[in-house]
């Protein structure tokens, strides 16, 4: 849907978000695509006002489906639409922290009266002032631990608050449910930092080299992605390195690798007399994450990094002799596909797409990677298995699984590390450090 010309005109990005929300609600997609798009077609500052709107209207989609639903009698053309769901999310984040409203309600209602008309104002108005209520009724129920209000408010697939509730408690589950409604916070690895050091737009974190940008100016994190310096990455992402242990001229086969985030990571630790080899999907079926794995890539590229494109699961050992590519290497990292529970705050419109069964169903693609990986690994080698899911199915219950098969048998597990995001404060993941034997 293309919104009028003079909407453009937004240095504040409000209508940018409408207009982005409008585009979602005609075409449904993945967050990050549409995104994208925003960050092409406008200033930095329009753009992260644009974003931080657009996904807390997707962090809260159920949640304003049903407003809209119970307070509109006739479906309202997609354009009201759009702004009710961008004021509705201003108006619930207001009530959840504790800001007045009414500044709100009376920001919505001029921007339409200025851009659209005046009986649209009026209904933006009303249906505003009658949603207060209801979201505060919604809010208490759930703070008091009743799992239908959680699921509803925090706008999460009511069989997964329930699973989580039984596994934590409704204490720990509010804050699982909370930290994934609030923006993602941004995190930079960096490698070398420049002469005058970082600017106090960069919050030391308790793991060596990893900082906690809390600048709204993006200048300094843009020169040192663009020079090689650092990359934006979650501390989760640490605990694979960390227990894959990489040194100084092994070799490394990085599975299932894109964006490339952990191959630039390993690429360092290993050195100019090390090798990381990585494999992920073809870029017609990668999509839009090839782009960035290029990006990564290419950075790291003198770092002794060698990209392939396939599919593990059907790669033959003769096309990558071919490629020149090692069948046994010192370690082996391998982050499969998962349910992604860990990251509903980083991707929620991840959310809208799980289904009940769906941690089950991943299992069985999870350990065919997991045994297709571990014939890779040299005697005495490490093979790390991790995931960005929540889900002891997907963890725990694969590895013990591939543990008690056959080709398992040459394994052992020595380590064991989990993130919780309501714990730690950032992607939750759950990372397997495997041995195997040296005979």
Sequence with gaps: MKLRNDFADDPQGWWSAVRLVCDYLDAPGKADDFLRRAQSQHSTLEAKVCQSLFLGVLRHASLLDSLINDSVSKKPRRLLDGVLRVAGFQLIDAIHIGRPVAPVIHYAVDRVKRKMSRPESSLVNAVLRRWQEPIEATRERAQAGEVDAMARFYSHPRWLVKRWVDRWGEAGVLRLLDFNQRPAPVFVRVFREPDRGLSE?????????????????????????????????????????????????????????APGGKAITVAAAVGPEGRVYTIDLPRERLGPRFHQWEVNAGRALHRNVAVFEADLLEVSDQALKKAQYPLAVDKVMLDVPCSNTGVLNRRPDARYRLKKGDPDAMVKIQSQLLSRAAQFVAAGGRLVYSTCSLEPEENEGVVGAFLESDLGSAFRLEIAKESWPHRDGFDGAAVFGLRRSKV
């Design 201 to 257: 737009g960069f919050e030391a974190t308790d793991i060596v080299g990893v900082y906690r940008h809390i600048s709204s100016d993006w200048s300094e994190v843009l020169k040192l992605l663009e020079r090689g310096w650092a990359i934006i990455q979650d501390p989760a992402t640490r605990l694979a390195i960390e227990i894959l242990d990489p040194q100084p001229g092994e070799t490394v086969l990085d599975l299932c690798s």
